[in-house]
């Protein structure tokens, strides 16, 4: 795990690259909280990747980083890299599932990444080996890696200086870099705060994992929650999660799309199924009372899938 004090030189180092992003009131007369929306999904790239991509680069040394990039990615970190690989001038190749919405695979095109598309567990064995036979470049670790979650854990210092008394933070989890490195951050500056990770029911194996106290393999089904789900969690992140997290929320597909509508109607906020789910869960009164701040972690939602979820045809 990064610590406080390498979340403050990660601030400094992806200034100028990540974005400091709004924290907004969500503008409901009924809600079983007063639910407050970070905006990731305003960075460059569409997402709070940005961040901890930005602060792995930036600590690479020289030698590595001529090696080109590599990571393995459904979309979002496959940006992120693939954005700090054009600004450094160096190859950017990405390992992706066959899951991943096209919509993302050509962002990454367009920012000059080679994406290869993989079966799923092929993809999966790519983050627990940290490398792939199509690539020598350096492995850039989606979540795993203290200088992702350095990166990530900046916007827990971003929440706390635009609400400085938040009484819960519901952020999504897909392999745990996000909830991880906001969470130290609010534990070591106001750790009274609530903090719970956001899964969906298409794929929860944080939920399964904290309940059973070991890491569980659930039953994963694609959907447009594409961000976060998946069958399993790492050791390492889930040891980190139970120290660090007060448990985890599961919400359905139809919350999700709910919470997609209203962030789209009340707020005029495009949100990409991950990024939604907090919502979700606050809407659903899951996150408890008081101040409730939820990560809007994305907004890259392929449009075709947009117009279904907004036209009521999930």
């Given at each position: 795990?990064?610590?406080?004090?390498?979340?403050?030189?990660?601030?400094?180092?992806?200034?100028?690259?990540?974005?400091r992003?709004?924290?907004?009131?969500?503008?409901?007369?009924?809600?079983?909280?007063?639910?407050?929306?970070?905006?990731?999904?305003?960075?460059?790239?569409?997402?709070?990747?940005?961040?901890?991509?930005?602060?792995?680069?930036?600590?690479?040394?020289?030698?590595?980083?001529?090696?080109?990039?590599?990571?393995?990615?459904?979309?979002?970190?496959?940006?992120?890299?693939?954005?700090?690989?054009?600004?450094?001038?160096?190859?950017?190749?990405?390992?992706?599932?066959?899951?991943?919405?096209?919509?993302?695979?050509?962002?990454?095109?367009?920012?000059g990444?080679?994406?290869?598309?993989?079966?799923?567990?092929?993809?999966?064995?790519?983050?627990?080996?940290?490398?792939?036979?199509?690539?020598?470049?350096?492995?850039?670790?989606?979540?795993?890696?203290?200088?992702?979650?350095?990166g990530?854990?900046?916007?827990?210092?971003?929440?706390?200086?635009?609400?400085?008394?938040?009484?819960?933070?519901?952020?999504?989890?897909?392999?745990?870099?996000?909830?991880?490195?906001?969470?130290?951050?609010?534990?070591?500056?106001?750790?009274?705060?609530?903090?719970?990770?956001?899964?969906?029911?298409?794929?929860?194996?944080?939920?399964?994992?904290?309940?059973?106290?070991?890491?569980?393999?659930?039953?994963?089904?694609?959907?447009?929650?594409?961000?976060?789900?998946?069958?399993?969690?790492?050791?390492?992140?889930?040891?980190?999660?139970?120290?660090?997290?007060?448990?985890?929320?599961?919400?359905?597909?139809?919350?999700?799309?709910?919470?997609?509508r209203?962030?789209?109607?009340?707020?005029?906020?495009?949100?990409?199924?991950?990024?939604?789910?907090?919502?979700?869960?606050?809407?659903?009164?899951?996150?408890?009372?008081?101040?409730?701040?939820?990560?809007?972690?994305?907004?890259?939602?392929d449009?075709?899938?947009l117009?279904?979820?907004?036209?009521?045809?999930?």
């Amino acid at each position: 795990m990064a610590n406080l004090a390498e979340v403050l030189e990660a601030r400094a180092a992806i200034r100028g690259t990540a974005l400091r992003t709004p924290l907004l009131r969500l503008p409901l007369e009924q809600a079983p909280a007063q639910i407050y929306l970070k905006l990731e999904n305003l960075q460059p790239i569409g997402s709070f990747k940005i961040r901890g991509a930005a602060n792995a680069v930036a600590n690479l040394a020289p030698d590595r980083l001529a090696r080109g990039l590599l990571t393995a990615s459904a979309g979002n970190m496959a940006q992120g890299v693939a954005w700090c690989a054009r600004g450094r001038g160096v190859a950017c190749t990405v390992i992706a599932p066959d899951t991943a919405p096209q919509a993302k695979i050509r962002a990454v095109e367009r920012l000059g990444g080679r994406v290869l598309v993989v079966p799923f567990e092929e993809w999966w064995q790519t983050f627990e080996r940290r490398s792939h036979p199509s690539s020598n470049g350096c492995f850039i670790h989606a979540f795993d890696d203290p200088h992702v979650m350095a990166g990530n854990g900046t916007i827990g210092l971003e929440i706390l200086e635009q609400l400085p008394d938040p009484d819960a933070v519901v952020i999504p989890w897909g392999g745990g870099g996000l909830a991880c490195g906001i969470a130290q951050v609010l534990r070591a500056r106001r750790p009274q705060c609530r903090i719970y990770a956001a899964e969906v029911e298409t794929g929860a194996p944080l939920s399964a994992s904290l309940a059973a106290g070991s890491p569980q393999v659930v039953d994963y089904k694609p959907s447009f929650v594409d961000g976060i789900a998946s069958k399993t969690v790492f050791p390492q992140m889930l040891e980190r999660a139970r120290r660090l997290l007060d448990g985890a929320l599961v919400t359905t597909l139809e919350q999700v799309a709910a919470a997609i509508r209203i962030l789209a109607e009340r707020s005029h906020i495009i949100a990409e199924g991950a990024g939604a789910c907090p919502v979700a869960c606050a809407l659903a009164g899951e996150a408890g009372a008081g101040k409730v701040v939820c990560i809007v972690s994305g907004g890259n939602i392929d449009l075709d899938q947009l117009c279904r979820i907004l036209g009521g045809r999930l």
